[in-house]
């Protein structure tokens, strides 16, 4: 999106501002006003039409050039990919859900996890739901009411069994490849879902195994209550399993959504779960619920290009180039501008997308590798919305304590959000997460992987 022969202009980045502020200030005023979800009553698509409004009246050029650059923006490659990802997704995730994934994956895990690791084993088994379903406030509504239970039951801190709910949500989310999250990040910077997992994982899993020592010392129950065993189907969870393994080993996410849609609705038809016709409906369902994102997706990459013709992300870039002095300052410089955004719009993917082309043209001017880009767009998003006390996530779950706890005793114990800033952090001047990106470099003149010559294919 970026034209270098565009006359840098700091007008043309009042409309992405009048979004933020917008949207920001509605949610604000609804909080105060009494509503414990004001930030998700007012529509993240509505803001952004009044920043496009804007965009229309302040930036420069004929109506009928504007409205071309900006109907480009809507249909840019990388835009409409992500958005058919959305709806795939959301499709595969309600189907599942349907037939009893969500369930079968719970029970499961509650069954063969001892009763002395239960703190543990929550984290777990959201971890789990969360990496295969793709959403943290699923994950959070699914678990919550049974890890609230427990800790009833067992003596545990309630702040810390949320805290280790929303951690492991927060994992999960974050990995996952069916993620909007992940979607929003690896679309925007022009790579593949399993590239951006292989080199994200090596940030979360350090953090992810430094949460469980912390659980296993401080997390052990006052009362250790008598093991029980739950119903689940196994079968039930292959759909979950398949996505994951086949999007890891490099299949098209495109494929593998759609043939894992359709695993679980056969699974689902045979278990009696729903006849043909429902599952026909399930899946239009799915579509649905992925209206909102998909229609902001669209609006914020025609605002994007709005903002770019006009001059605004030359300006910008003109700026950072003050303070960002090579590769590692510019990924510092992303990490902060992805934190701030999730902090001011309280939704993680809404961060990425309005960050995401600014960290694609920092990324290509410093040459950072965008498999890295993609991760710390979204491990960042993560860190923000999983613990800022305003969060749906963090809302939603203290809310099964019945008001026992609020979101700032939680806040101080929500030691996986920490230990993956601490981590993503490190590997910026420590690069021991970077073996996949080093094995597969990146050609920065054709925005690709570098593809291998012969000689070193033979050899």
Not at 282 to 307: K, P, Q, R, W, Y
Request: glycine share 10%; hydrophobic share 55%.
């Amino acid at each position: 999106m970026n034209d270098n022969n565009t006359k840098s202009n700091g007008i043309a980045l009042i409309p992405f501002l009048i979004f933020i502020v917008v949207y920001l200030g509605v949610g604000l005023s609804l909080v105060l006003g009494g509503e414990e979800m004001g930030f998700y009553q007012f529509k993240a698509p509505i803001a952004v039409i009044i920043g496009i409004i804007f965009a229309f009246i302040l930036i420069k050029g004929e109506m009928n050039k504007k409205f071309d650059v900006f109907v480009r923006g809507c249909g840019e490659e990388n835009i409409i990919i992500m958005c058919i990802i959305y709806i795939l997704a959301g499709a595969f995730s309600t189907v599942s859900e349907s037939m009893g994934g969500v369930e079968a994956t719970v029970n499961l895990g509650l069954s063969i996890i001892p009763p002395q690791y239960i703190t543990v084993g929550i984290f777990i088994i959201a971890a789990f739901l969360a990496l295969a379903t793709g959403t943290s406030v699923g994950t959070v509504v699914a678990l919550g009411p049974i890890a609230i239970g427990f800790a009833e039951k067992a003596g545990l801190s309630m702040p810390l069994i949320v805290a280790t709910l929303i951690g492991g949500s927060m994992f999960g989310d974050n990995l996952s490849i069916i993620s909007d999250t992940t979607i929003a990040a690896t679309r925007t910077q022009g790579v593949e879902q399993s590239e951006k997992f292989k080199t994200n994982i090596m940030i979360a899993i350090p953090a992810f195994a430094l949460t469980i020592i912390l659980l296993i010392i401080f997390g052990r129950p006052e009362v250790v209550t008598e093991a029980q065993v739950y119903e689940y189907n196994l079968i039930k969870i292959i759909p979950y399993l398949f996505v994951l393994i086949a999007a890891v080993a490099g299949v098209n996410v495109f494929v593998v959504l759609t043939l894992g849609t359709i695993l679980a609705g056969i699974i689902g038809i045979v278990g009696g779960s729903f006849n043909a016709m429902a599952f026909s409906n399930l899946v239009f369902d799915g579509f649905n619920g992925m209206f909102e994102i998909f229609l902001l997706s669209l609006l914020t990459g025609g605002l994007a290009a709005l903002v770019t013709y006009g001059g605004g992300i030359n300006w910008l870039m003109e700026k950072v180039r003050g303070f960002i002095k090579g590769p590692k300052s510019a990924q510092v410089g992303i990490a902060s501008m992805t934190l701030l955004t999730d902090f001011a719009t309280a939704n993680n993917t809404v961060a990425i997308i309005i960050a995401g082309p600014i960290a694609k043209n920092i990324a290509m001017e410093y040459k950072v590798d965008p498999r890295r880009t993609a991760s710390i767009l979204d491990a960042f998003g993560s860190v923000g919305q999983g613990f800022i006390p305003y969060g749906v996530q963090l809302l939603m779950a203290v809310q099964f304590t019945n008001g026992a706890v609020t979101p700032f005793q939680v806040m101080p114990l929500l030691w996986y959000q920490f230990a993956l800033a601490f981590f993503a952090i490190l590997s910026i001047y420590v690069p021991f997460a970077n073996g996949y990106i080093n094995k597969h470099p990146w050609d920065f003149n054709k925005w690709q992987p570098l593809k291998k010559s012969k000689e070193e294919v033979v050899s």
